[in-house]
């Protein structure tokens, strides 16, 4: 990863997680708990791709994992919210832009739901069967309400703020950027199909002809 997805990555993750601890885990709404940190995951791997998402899943379900109060075995949420980077960032486009906002809240809804049944088969596995007492129906429906309600304040703004870290001008100077495609289409007045740039085509098609017809005159008088 670079280092501008680091930073960002880790400045939305503790935003994130101290918001997730100290504000919304203290609303004692029925059933499951908004979870602002997978919203995080979810809309920096729609943006950077499958490998990071699972990176920063991973880091930011660790941290979870050894927040106060946690109450479950350290890596649980971890790998859960790997797995779900991951699986996000695979419905990442080329381009790392969405043309709908429907793909986004299906893949909120996706992740909710995907992330509860992965707690909760995690947790059977560890001998937590806590998911079974409180009622796993309950629980998937209201995690898929309150990420869903929550995603279009969030999610939107995440993936902003990702895309901005990705064009930045110091992180791409490799050949696409300075030469074809991509430069050549975001800096269109440098490139080959503007008035200005037949205007200075034509100009050095002049001067070439000057200069050849230059060079032949004065080889002439070499020769002479």
């Known amino acids: 990863m670079r280092l ?4 960002l990555s880790t400045l939305l993750v503790v935003v ?10 203290r609303l004692h709404l029925p059933g499951a708990v908004p979870d602002l940190l997978l919203l995080v995951v979810v809309g920096l791997a729609l943006v ?3 490998t ?3 990176l920063i899943g991973f880091g930011a379900g660790l941290l979870a994992d050894l927040a106060p109060p ?12 790997a797995l779900v980077g991951y699986a996000v960032g695979l419905v990442r486009p080329e381009t790392g832009r969405l043309r709908s906002a429907t793909v986004p809240m299906l893949v909120v809804v996706a992740a909710a739901v995907g992330s509860t049944l992965l707690y909760a088969g995690v947790g059977s596995l560890v001998g937590d069967t806590s998911a079974r007492h409180v009622g796993l129906t309950g629980l998937l429906l209201s995690a898929a309400v309150y990420d869903l309600l929550l995603a279009p304040f969030t999610v939107p703004l995440l993936m902003a703020l990702a895309r901005r870290t990705e064009n930045d001008p110091l992180a791409g100077e490799g050949p696409s950027t300075m030469g074809g495609g991509t430069g050549e289409a975001a800096y269109g007045w440098l490139g080959g199909g503007g008035r200005g740039s037949r205007i200075g085509s034509q100009r050095g098609g002049l001067l070439g002809k000057s200069m050849r017809g230059r060079s032949g005159r004065v080889k002439g008088v070499k020769r002479l």
Do not use: K
Request: glycine share 10%; proline share 0%; charged share 10%.
């Open 16 to 25: 994130a997680l101290v918001v997730q601890v100290t504000v919304l885990a």
């Open 70 to 81: 946690a109450d479950h075995a350290t890596g649980r949420y971890a790998l859960v919210l």
């Open 52 to 54: 990071s998402g699972a």
């Open 48 to 50: 950077y791709g499958h």
């Open 4 to 7: 501008n997805r680091i930073l």
